[in-house]
């Protein structure tokens, strides 16, 4: 058996690839077990059985070989620093498929890696790769799917318009959604252009040339420098394209995610624009354009697309920003904001004035303004001139409250944006949590020394809990941000449970990162050890707690607390129960805290996740919360004036929460159980928002006249609603 696959492998390897597998298999005590089989079976049998640790990755697992005639007619598509695109017609299979070789042997070991790397990626919007192997010649080719149609470089030059490009921004979303989702495999693209973005006949979206791909956690690698030409891909100590590379790549530095967000705010940079950065003030050679990529930012986007919307040019600055943690931290969050642009919601990332929050209402509601524009022209005409004279004064003080309404309204508004901005951090920080807990679960077990886990009879006790469980916090109750709590539902077996808790201790880290991003706009500063623990201890960030549960009956709570009952089973909570049989991100109702001291606690909002296997299996829940009265004392509070009373309205009509409850204590029975909504006691404002509508209405109660504004909050589908004192406005 030796002999015979050494045989078979050998024709398939090149010289020193041989060496390295003969030396491999003469000493490795495994596959000279199987060797000594009988030669009955296939060679590849034979491999499939060789021990996975017994093969240094796949460098010994050569490419197979495939004669050149299976494919019909080659055509040159494409050619580059690293290979040449052929067209062809797959003789076996009937179908057309794009070719891709290397041109240098030298770099063989390189396109080898991308291959792996493609290949591991399966995206609707990500190039898929059919088969990859050697020509008898010794090159090495991988084919892909033949995407007919153009690139996105192309798309971009046959638009003369910013009307024409901007319809162009659903391949810009696509290509942000490929990015988000290769940054959660672990892989970073570094060449993200839009000449390499294809823009199909029908629609399709892929990204391609995944060749100077970095996998997060590996060292950088370093090839020869190809080309002086601003549009191809330069190798060595610079890694990327020249216009669309930030300037730590610019400069050979190592790169993360924030650089691959770079690149997608100079795409859409370019869609805006229609040339790209540093295209319109530079001149038109790679090394011109690193030099200013190194020296100066671009001209500004406003600039070159004043009239671009404000939102889109906001994304651009925002990606695009020179300073590292002034971008957005993660492809995801930039493809949030182009989803909630495409929704026409308001963005997170970006602050807006009273002024533009009015005109967006008045857009949104063109139909009411209309109607009352016209019925206001009717009256005039109808009422005749004479009217005009003795109605003045009126009419003078029904357009200052109009004025004074308007204002409060854009008040409102801009409030119910902050609302808006801190809960959908809240959703940002929950799909992070989700995705981070979905990898650690499919992950090896850690070992014990590498995943401390602290159960709630831990914490209880003064020797075995974490050495940094303090009191010294903004919390009720002592609490340690370093590790969480586990609390494990009566009658589980522990053992059985331990591997998977194990697997979750490592998110520890992951959890107060998440946490610290959450409590700054713009990303958290540079913080020591101990500002960082100041920050988390005062909760500054809108996150108060977050957690993995599964369905075994496993809680992991942060932070960690000895407040945790000994009966505890997170599955009767309300919040487990609005995810168990739910897919998808889920707002739940307000629910009584049962970490409770005997006078009562707060409630507490949870936003909840569940994950699945591919068989539809529960595998978890993950989730991240804000207490209620620091929803009420912090977002929803006016600055502007004194209120009545501020609360949300679900779009049902019914009372979720409001500022009568801040500050309140409940009495728990230990189960986190919801509180049941009641009908809105304003039945004007009920009915108007179970028809959908925003607005302001003045209104009589108990015999006070008081005005009341209403806005939907994008984020969960609730209504902000705030009651103030008509009376503080002027006379009607």
């Keep these: 058996m030796m002999l015979l696959i050494a045989h078979r492998a050998s024709r398939t390897m090149t010289g020193r690839e041989e060496t390295r597998f003969h030396d491999h298999v003469s000493g490795c005590e495994a596959c000279q077990t199987l060797a000594s089989e009988p030669a009955d079976e296939d060679y590849w049998r034979w491999l499939s059985r060789v021990p996975a640790d017994a093969v240094e990755g796949a460098e010994l697992l050569a490419l197979p070989m495939v004669d050149p005639i299976v494919f019909q007619t080659p055509t040159e598509l494409a050619s580059g620093g690293m290979g040449r695109i052929t067209r062809a017609v797959d003789r076996r299979l009937g179908r057309e498929v794009a070719i891709k070789e290397v041109l240098d042997p030298d770099l063989r070991p390189r396109f080898e890696r991308e291959v792996r790397i493609t290949a591991r990626l399966q995206h609707p919007a990500i190039v898929p790769i059919y088969e990859a192997g050697t020509f008898p010649d010794g090159s090495t080719f991988y084919t892909m799917r033949l995407v007919p149609g153009t690139t996105l470089a192309g798309a971009i030059d046959k638009a003369?318009?910013?009307?024409?490009?901007?319809?162009?921004?659903?391949?810009?979303?696509?290509?942000?959604?490929?990015?988000?989702?290769?940054?959660?495999?672990?892989?970073?693209?570094?060449?993200?252009?839009?000449?390499?973005?294809?823009?199909g006949e029908f629609g399709e979206t892929v990204v391609i040339d995944w060749g100077l791909a970095k996998e997060t956690g590996k060292p950088d690698d370093v090839l020869p420098a190809r080309s002086g030409s601003p549009h191809l891909t330069r190798t060595g100590t610079v890694i990327g394209t020249p216009c669309y590379m930030s300037p730590a790549q610019a400069a050979g530095a190592s790169v993360d995610?924030?650089?691959?967000?770079?690149?997608?705010?100079?795409?859409?940079?370019h869609v805006l624009a229609g040339t790209p950065p540093y295209w319109d003030s530079t001149a038109h050679d790679a090394d011109a354009l690193i030099a200013a990529t190194l020296d100066h930012p671009p001209t500004p986007i406003a600039t070159l697309a004043a009239d671009a919307p404000a939102d889109l040019r906001s994304l651009v600055e925002r990606a695009m920003a020179r300073d590292k943690s002034a971008r957005f931290p993660t492809a995801t969050e930039l493809t949030q904001e182009l989803a909630r642009f495409e929704a026409g919601q308001l963005l997170v990332s970006r602050a807006y004035s009273s002024r533009e929050l009015v005109v967006r209402w008045l857009r949104r509601n063109r139909f009411k303004v209309a109607l009352v524009v016209t019925a206001l022209v009717a009256a005039i005409v109808v009422a005749g001139l004479w009217l005009r004279v003795s109605r003045a004064a009126d009419e003078l003080a029904i357009r200052e409250r109009g004025e004074r309404l308007t204002e409060v309204y854009g008040e409102v508004a801009r409030q119910a944006y902050v609302i808006d901005r801190d809960l959908l951090r809240l959703e940002t920080a929950l799909e992070g949590l989700a995705a981070a807990a979905a990898a650690a679960l499919a992950g090896p077990e850690p070992a014990p020394d590498d995943a401390p886990v602290y159960f709630a009879t831990d914490f209880e006790d003064p020797v075995r809990r974490p050495s940094d469980f303090t009191g010294k916090t903004a919390y009720r109750f002592e609490v340690s941000v370093g590790h969480p709590v586990v609390a494990i539902a009566p009658g589980v077996d522990r053992a059985q449970v331990l591997p998977d808790i194990r697997r979750l201790s490592p998110l520890r880290h992951h959890i107060r990162d998440m946490v610290l991003d959450a409590a700054f706009r713009q990303?958290?500063?540079?913080?020591?050890?101990?500002?960082?623990?100041e920050v988390l201890l005062s909760r500054r960030s809108p996150i108060d707690y977050a957690y993995i549960d599964l369905p075994a009956g496993v809680h992991v709570v942060w932070p960690g607390i000895a407040r945790l009952r000994s009966d505890y089973d997170v599955r009767k909570s309300s919040f487990?129960?609005?995810?168990?049989?739910?897919?998808?991100?889920?707002?739940?109702?307000?629910?009584?805290?049962?970490?409770?001291?005997?006078?009562g606690d707060d409630l507490v909002l949870p936003c909840t996740k569940s994950l699945w296997s591919a068989d539809g299996k529960l595998l978890a829940i993950t989730g991240v919360e804000m207490t209620v009265t620091k929803l009420l004392t912090t977002s929803m509070r006016m600055t502007t004036r004194t209120t009545l009373r501020v609360g949300l309205v679900d779009a049902r009509g019914r009372s979720v929460l409001d500022s009568s409850v801040a500050d309140q204590r409940f009495a728990t029975s230990g189960r986190d159980e919801a509180v049941e909504f009641s009908e809105l006691d304003l039945p004007v404002i009920a009915d108007a928002i179970r028809q959908k509508r925003e607005g302001i209405e003045e209104i009589t109660v108990g015999g006070r006249s008081i005005v009341v504004a209403f806005v939907r909050l994008d984020a969960i589908g609730w209504y902000y609603v705030v009651e103030i004192d008509a009376s503080t406005l002027g006379r009607p």
């Design 576 to 599: 487990y129960k609005n995810s168990e049989t739910q897919r998808g991100r889920r707002w739940g109702a307000p629910y009584i805290d049962s970490t409770t001291a005997h006078e």
């Design 523 to 533: 990303g958290p500063p540079p913080l020591t050890g101990a500002a960082a623990t």
């Design 160 to 199: 003369p318009t910013l009307a024409d490009r901007l319809r162009l921004m659903p391949h810009v979303r696509a290509v942000a959604d490929a990015l988000a989702y290769a940054h959660s495999r672990g892989v970073i693209h570094r060449d993200l252009k839009p000449g390499n973005v294809l823009v």
């Design 257 to 269: 995610a924030t650089d691959d967000v770079y690149a997608l705010g100079a795409i859409l940079y």
